[in-house]
């Protein structure tokens, strides 16, 4: 799903079957103690994946317990992101060397109402939507949710707090396959300094996936 996506020394794990019923360390555990099978299955999946893909750089067996606001705590020295959907789960892991942040996002593809959109688009966004021909019309809120969703997940870890979808806008390329960001709230910009945030897209079926990097100054 995330070919070409994201740079050559991303590791992406696709969960297996498997690894829904994966067992987790006593501290992942404890993020999840409530939670009903579904969430656990899908935690579950996320948590293996993102071994796995540190297995592949060379961390053996890491535990990923998650932060106060639902973060997962990678070991240090990596950078990743994990998204599930459905059936669908994955996760990205990168050396921090390589980036310093990572987001991956996957979402199905379906109509949004306009309440919904007002809530995901800037009015700007909304007056380049109304301009684009019917096709891409109806498919835009599903791109700018799921670009923002793995904008956020990428630069959580270096902004430090929750963003609102109206506090920035995803800057498109004519064929809406790659994206920049613009932060409509100044106290984003000045903390990722002079860090680069760039974005992909791609519509795969009923998927739009989307994956995030922050570049390092
Ligand atoms: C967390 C959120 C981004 C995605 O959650 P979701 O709808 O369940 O979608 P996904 O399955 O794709 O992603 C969930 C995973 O994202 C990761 N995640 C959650 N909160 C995170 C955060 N603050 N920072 C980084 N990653 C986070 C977790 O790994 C989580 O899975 P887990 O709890 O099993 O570990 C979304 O629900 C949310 O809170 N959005 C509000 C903020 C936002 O998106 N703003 C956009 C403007 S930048």
Redesign the pocket.
């Known amino acids: 799903m995330f070919e070409g996506l994201l740079p050559a020394e991303v590791v992406v794990v696709r969960a297996t079957d498997s690894m829904w019923e994966a067992p987790l360390h006593p501290q992942e555990r404890a993020?999840v103690a409530r939670a009903v099978p579904a969430r656990l299955r899908?935690?579950a999946a996320?948590?293996a994946a993102a071994r796995q893909a540190l297995q592949q750089l060379g961390v053996a067996d890491a535990v990923l317990p998650?932060?106060r606001?639902?973060?997962?705590v990678w070991p240090a020295g990596f950078v990743g992101?994990?998204?599930?959907?459905g059936s669908e789960c994955h996760a990205a892991v990168a050396r921090g060397t390589v980036l310093a942040g990572l987001?991956i996002?996957?979402?199905r593809r379906s109509p949004v109402d306009a309440g919904m959109t007002t809530l995901i688009c800037t009015d700007a966004e909304q007056d380049r939507m109304d301009r684009l021909d019917e096709t891409r019309r109806r498919l835009f809120p599903n791109r700018v949710f799921s670009a923002?969703?793995s904008?956020?997940?990428c630069?959580?870890?270096t902004v430090g707090r929750?963003?609102?979808?109206r506090?920035?806008e995803i800057d498109w390329d004519g064929r809406m396959q790659q994206f920049g960001v613009r932060w409509l709230a100044t106290d984003i910009g000045s903390r990722l300094g002079g860090m680069r945030l760039t974005g992909r897209c791609r519509v795969a079926g009923d998927y739009v996936i989307t994956a995030a990097i922050l570049e390092p100054d």
Do not use: A, P
């Not at 606001?69 to 997962?72: I, L, N």
């Not at 992101?81 to 959907?85: D, N, Q, R």
């Not at 929750?162 to 979808?165: P, Y």
């Open positions: 993020c899908e935690f996320g948590r998650g932060g606001h639902r973060e997962v992101s994990i998204t599930h959907c987001g996002d996957v979402e923002k969703e904008v956020y997940k630069c959580f870890g929750f963003i609102d979808f506090e920035v």
